[in-house]
C-alpha cells in the first residue's frame, strides 16, 4: 500500500515537539511549522527537518501533515492555508483537542481540494508524547487510517479507528470527562491524607498499588505532595476540552455534574492566575478546605 513520504509537523508545542521528534526517529520528519518561529531552531539542529517561514510553505514540501494546535480556531484557520497549499492526495492527521464539528468542518474543507483528513487526537499527557507511547483515537475513512498507520505509529501505542470523522473527537471527550474525575479524586484524597498527617510518599506507594491506582496519581501524586504543579497538562486547556464536553452534553439537554463542578474549579485557578500551571493545581483549592497553608 502506498504511504506518505514527506511529513510536515505544525505546532511545537509542549505536545508536538516531542512527536516531532519521535516522527524523526521513525524517519518520517521533513519539515516543521511553528507560529513562533524561534521554537523551531533546536528541533531542526537536532533532526536535519526543514525549518518552514509559514504554513504554505510547509506544505508545499509535505504530502502529509500532522497539525497539533491549541483550539478549534487554530485549527481550522491552519487547515484553510493547507487547503490552498497542499497537492491532492495528501493527508492532514489533526492531534488537537478540538470539537466533533470542528473535526467535520476540517474534514470537509480539505475535501474540497481532495485532500484527506483523520481526527486523531491522543491521550497520555507530555510522558507519553516523549516516549511514543500515546492512546491515538482516530475518525476518518478506513483506507487512510490504514496508509497513515506508519505515523500513527510513530507516535502511540493504542491507536484505534472509533468510526468516521469526528468519532476521534468525542472519543477524547469521553476521556475528558474521566481525566477531571480521576483529578478530582486524587487531588482531594492527598489533601485529605495531608490534613490526616499521614506521609504522602507511602500514600502514593500503597493506595496507588491498590484499587485507587492510576495514571494521574502515580505521575502527579509525587509533585503534588510537594506543593508542585508542573506541566503536564495546562489548566486552560482542559477547560477548554471541558466546554466542548458541556455544549456536547448540552445539546442532548444534560449537564453533567462532574464536568460543571471542575469548570467552576478551573475558573479559580484561572481567576487566581494558575490557569498555565498543570491540572493537578486542583489539589491547591483541596488542601485551601483545609486550611493547609503555603
Ligand atoms: P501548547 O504547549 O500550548 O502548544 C500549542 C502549540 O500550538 C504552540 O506551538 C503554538 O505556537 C501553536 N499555536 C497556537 N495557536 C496557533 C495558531 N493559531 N496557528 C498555528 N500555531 C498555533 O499546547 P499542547 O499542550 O502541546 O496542546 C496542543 C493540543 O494537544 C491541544 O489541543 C491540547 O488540548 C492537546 N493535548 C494536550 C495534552 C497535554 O498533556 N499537554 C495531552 C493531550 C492532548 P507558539 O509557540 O507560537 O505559541
Known sequence: ??????????????????????LHKAGLLTAAYNRTHAKIGALAKETGCLAANDVSELAKNCDAIVLCVPADRDVLEVVERLAANLQQGALVIDCSTVSTATARTAAQRLAKNKIDFLDCPVSGGTEGAKQG??????????KVFARAQPILSALGKHIVLMGSVGAGQATKAVNQIAVAGIAQAVSEALAFAEAEGLPLDKVIEVVGSGAAGSWFMSHRGPSMAEGRYPLGFKVALHE????????????????????????????HLLESGHGNEDISALHRLKRALFKLGD
Open 133 to 142: 507511547t500515546l492512546a491515538i483515537m482516530c475518525g476518518g475513512d478506513e
Open 1 to 22: 500500500m502506498n504511504t506518505y513520504s514527506k511529513l510536515g509537523v505544525i505546532g511545537l508545542g509542549a505536545m508536538g515537539y516531542p512527536m516531532a521528534l519521535n
Open 240 to 267: 477548554k476540552d471541558l466546554k466542548i464536553v458541556q455544549r456536547m452534553a448540552a445539546a442532548r439537554g444534560v449537564q453533567l455534574p462532574l464536568v460543571e463542578m471542575t469548570l467552576l474549579h478551573y475558573r
